[in-house]
């Protein structure tokens, strides 16, 4: 099966060229189906291809000089989307020269790009910024929003948890994901209006392939015992941050404590294969490739510190994405959706307003 070729930011990140190009050949190793476009410098481009004879036949390159800088502000980034790596690499999706786009550049411009070149699909408020996060269970977990709205209320919830149980059933493979909303307790009482009223139309939902179950704490997210948590960008931006800092500080925490004495040093070639095995599981580029949720095309972001093959895995993911339609499956789960809100079961009313605990 042949799929739509994606677009790949080739001047994002922060290596840029070498290492986008070389994850863009990594994942065709992986899948020779795989077709691009890359965006950016064409001298630059054509040097790094040189060394990876398997994209030569599969890649054509779009020149653009222009790039969006990591610090730029995005209302700025907006103005040059016509001349950027980057805005081009999205634009080409909106004029189907490409299925899904590819970027490891700024964040914000990326997502005002996408907003403006895409939109939001119908039913859809406000796209969302979800990502896998490894677990102690069999499946990894979404979550989201992750930074693209740094406030959601109980209707932002409700379609971040539908457009996040879509994407859990590409990659986990279960009919009904289990979706929680990230609180400070797992109490009915606990949190702020706009998580108890989500919590209550979801509850009360009929129609929608997910289980609901409730709330989550931040200390459960990596259990296992969650498919998709959902919660507003800036608390999903402050819980991703603390959980990639735990997991460097505990790599590095091992690394220090294998080092500090001979002795220590013999222990770790005895428990050498249990450490690979926590640092790949710890290893953020085995989970590359956040997805902006909620508009009409695909839209990939990756870490700007990533190596080949977490642009590899970013590529693979938005390959996916097209192969199992996601935008398809959100629209679908949307229908479920009235003009005022959730369809629920007869008799059941809304949640109230009493102000939070």
């Not at 690499?89 to 590819?102: H, I, L, Q, Y």
């Not at 997991?247 to 013999?266: E, G, M």
Request: negative net charge; proline residues 3%.
């Amino acid at each position: 099966m042949s799929l739509p070729r994606i677009a790949i930011d080739a001047m994002g990140g922060d290596e840029g060229v070498r290492v986008m190009v070389e994850g863009a050949a990594l994942a065709r190793r992986q899948h020779d189906k795989f077709q691009f476009l890359l965006v950016g410098d064409e001298a630059r481009i054509a040097r790094a291809l040189e060394t990876h004879p398997n994209m030569r036949g599969a890649s054509e390159i779009l020149h653009c000089e222009d790039v969006v800088a990591g610090d730029e502000l995005p209302s700025r980034a907006l103005r040059r989307a016509k001349t950027t790596s980057m805005g081009l690499a999205v634009n080409a999706v909106k004029e189907g020269k490409a299925g899904a786009a590819v970027s490891a550049g700024n964040t914000g411009a990326l997502m005002a790009m996408s907003k403006l070149a895409l939109r939001t699909m119908p039913g859809i408020d406000r796209p969302a910024l979800a990502a896998l996060m490894p677990t102690l269970g069999e499946n990894d977990v979404i979550m989201l929003d992750l930074g693209a709205n740094t406030e959601a209320d109980a209707r932002n919830l409700v379609q971040f948890a539908i457009m996040g149980a879509a994407y859990s059933r590409i990659v986990t493979g279960r009919e009904r994901p289990r979706v929680r909303l990230l609180n400070i307790g797992t109490e009915e009482i606990k949190g702020f209006d706009r998580l108890r009223e989500a919590a209550t139309q979801l509850q009360q939902a009929t129609g929608l392939e997910m289980q609901f179950d409730g709330y989550v704490e931040s200390d459960k997210i990596n259990r296992g015992e969650v498919d998709v948590v959902v919660t507003d960008g800036f608390s999903g931006n402050i819980a991703l941050k603390a959980i990639e800092g735990t997991a460097r500080f505990v790599t590095d925490l091992l690394r220090n404590a294998f080092t500090s004495s001979l002795r220590s040093k013999i222990g770790f070639l005895v428990s050498r294969p249990a450490t690979e095995l926590l640092r790949h599981h710890l290893d953020p580029n085995n989970h590359n490739g956040a997805v902006f949720l909620g508009l009409n095309g695909v839209v990939v972001k990756s870490h700007g510190s990533a190596s080949a093959k977490g642009v590899a895995n970013a590529v693979a993911v938005a390959a996916r994405l097209l192969e199992d339609n996601l935008t398809q499956r959100i629209t679908h789960d949307l229908a479920e959706l009235g003009e005022d809100g959730l369809r629920v079961a007869p008799g059941n009313g809304g949640a109230t307003d009493e102000g939070s605990q």
